[in-house]
């Protein structure tokens, strides 16, 4: 962080959690993704004695949760409002009291108007504002509304029929109960997926951060090349007034040109920009697939001046970046004046991952999530790996707060292989792996699979274009370090033999020969860090 903030632990590993949101006394209330056992899904934290750390835990919820991805959280008008993938619900706080009483009323549920489309970016934070309104997004069911989701190379419907009822903002009454999406305003259109979303109090109005489309080489490498798809399009920053229309399915961001341009599924080339004039352009665009997860404005009077009013971004962190490492997984501030930014976007928090590259998502120890301020003005920040929440607080001289001060932060933004773009060569995570591990295999695994991957027909089966290949990183890896025996289907033939455990190789030539083996024999998925397989060698270990 800048010089002179502080960070505390407040509590550890709650569950997964995403946003989270303060009462005026200091109780913190948490959004969990998934309810727990009990079907509990929300978690109420207080400090008795004063130290800023958790003395009381408490699991709390009992209400129907659709699609198990839970999100939004917030205090409005003395209720405490949370949403799940499907639903919208309330309850009434009392002076005093940690937990709620009674049985949550439901003011929002999703009926699914485009269920025939998908089920995609069902997430739900939510936004109120002045005047008793509530505003929660309806994501894009699909990527770039094509007929056929994420078809390399299909066209997308046009016009998209999907923008009736997704991609887009609805507004509803805040107070008024079982609401379903029809009940509500279409406020915004045009914007595809919205887990960062709030509203400006100073500005009295609406602001987002977007999840950019996925995918640029994989759907047309005619186009686009690896180093261009892992850092587009960008993430882009909105104000959102009633009306905005964002550009969806048709258009994305370039920030490196500072335009918008027309998606190659509706004509575009990667340089064409159509009539990208007539919809909404962002405030700014952030490199693509940071995933940015929650959005605050700061009013509180602890920090230095320079951030009052401005915007701190949660970016959760990619998982698409693939050959370079994975950005994100940082907290960013934008200065602001007069409803725009005033300077470029700066690092304001770093390090949550505990590594220096992130090669797969699963490799970062912690990703940030959610973002609120307590009633003294300190920062609170949720992640979503085991649920930890720190406390950001200012202990320095606010008057002395200047460029200095965030010499470091400035440093990191031009190193950090999660936060700068990286060197097209240099920064390829894969440049040497794959070669690596066409050794191993060529060792080890060819004389069965065969050098082309294809098996013999008879004994052993093939590994291309396989689902197992392109499956799960765990179930890969069990599989090299524990092998496996007995009948098993492959391509509709039966096998039945035996592959002997392999956990004589080490992390890194586990690592490597998977790499190798899902860049080739028409499979196409991410690589295996060495990282991964460690994990994965220790669990087995201790079961």
């Not at 699609?67 to 209720?79: A, E, R, S």
């Not at 500005?203 to 996925?214: C, I, P, S």
């Not at 909105?238 to 335009?259: A, C, L, M, N, Q």
């Not at 509706?266 to 919809?279: E, F, I, R, T």
Request: with cysteine; aromatic share 12%.
């Amino acid at each position: 962080m800048p010089d002179g903030f502080e960070a505390l632990v407040v509590v550890d590993s709650i569950g997964r959690a995403r946003h989270l949101t303060l009462n005026e006394n200091g109780d913190i209330y948490v959004k969990l993704r998934v309810p727990d056992k009990e079907g509990r899904g929300l978690v109420a934290i207080r400090d008795t004695t004063n130290d800023g750390k958790a003395d009381i835990i408490e699991y709390f919820g009992g209400y129907e949760d659709t699609g198990n991805y839970g999100t939004g959280i917030d205090i409005y008008n003395g209720y405490l409002y949370f949403s799940t993938a499907g639903e919208v619900y309330r309850y009434k706080m009392e002076s005093g009291a940690l937990i709620p009483k009674g049985k949550p009323e439901l003011i929002l549920v999703d009926d699914y108007k485009n269920a025939r489309f998908g089920y995609e970016h069902i997430a739900k934070p939510l936004a109120f504002d002045q005047k008793g309104n509530m505003y929660v997004p309806f994501g894009s069911p699909g990527d770039v509304c094509q007929e056929f989701n994420r078809r390399p190379g299909a066209p997308g419907m046009n016009p998209c029929p999907q923008l009736e009822w997704h991609g887009g903002i609805w507004k509803f009454d805040a107070n008024k109960l079982n609401q379903t999406q029809e009940m509500g305003q279409r406020y915004a259109t045009g914007i595809r997926s919205v887990v960062a979303m709030d509203w400006n109090e100073e500005e009295n109005e609406l602001y987002v951060v977007q999840h950019g489309r996925d995918d640029l080489n994989k759907s047309w490498p005619q186009y686009f090349s690896p180093w261009e798809s892992a850092i587009l399009p960008s993430e882009e920053f909105f104000r959102v007034e009633e009306g905005t229309d964002g550009g969806w399915p048709y258009y994305y961001y370039d920030h490196i040109e500072d335009k918008k341009k027309l998606n190659p599924e509706y004509g575009g080339d990667g340089k064409l920009q159509g009539d990208a004039h007539s919809v909404e352009q962002p405030l700014l665009g952030f490199p693509g697939h940071f995933a940015p997860n929650d959005l605050h404005f700061y009013r509180g009077e602890q920090f230095p001046e320079r951030y009052k009013n401005g915007a701190f971004v949660a970016f959760h962190g990619s998982t698409i970046r693939g050959p370079y490492p994975q950005g994100g997984y940082f907290v960013a501030f934008v200065p602001f004046e007069k409803g725009k930014p005033s300077g470029p976007w700066e690092v304001f928090a770093d390090g949550f991952a505990g590594l220096d590259t992130i090669v797969n998502t699963g490799d970062a120890l912690a990703r940030p999530m959610g973002i609120a301020m307590g009633p003294d003005g300190s920062l609170y920040i949720s992640e979503s790996v085991k649920g930890k929440i720190w406390r950001i607080m200012y202990k320095g001289q606010k008057s002395a707060f200047g460029d200095a001060a965030l010499a470091k932060l400035e440093e990191r933004k031009r190193t950090r292989t999660n936060i700068k773009d990286p060197d097209e060569f240099l920064d390829n995570v894969e440049s040497g792996l794959v070669e690596a591990g066409e050794k191993v295999y060529n060792l080890y695994c060819s004389t069965c699979h065969q050098r082309d991957g294809r098996g013999d027909g008879n004994r052993f089966p093939p590994i291309n274009e396989s689902k197992m290949v392109n499956g799960r990183n765990k179930a890969l890896i069990e599989l090299i370090l524990k092998g496996m025996e007995g009948p098993v289907i492959i391509q509709g033939l039966a096998y039945n033999g035996v592959m002997p455990a392999h956990d004589f190789l080490s992390n890194t030539e586990v690592a490597a020969l998977l790499t190798f083996v899902r860049k080739n024999f028409g499979n196409n998925s991410q690589s295996i860090s060495a990282n991964e397989v460690e994990k994965v060698r220790k669990d087995l270990s201790t079961n």
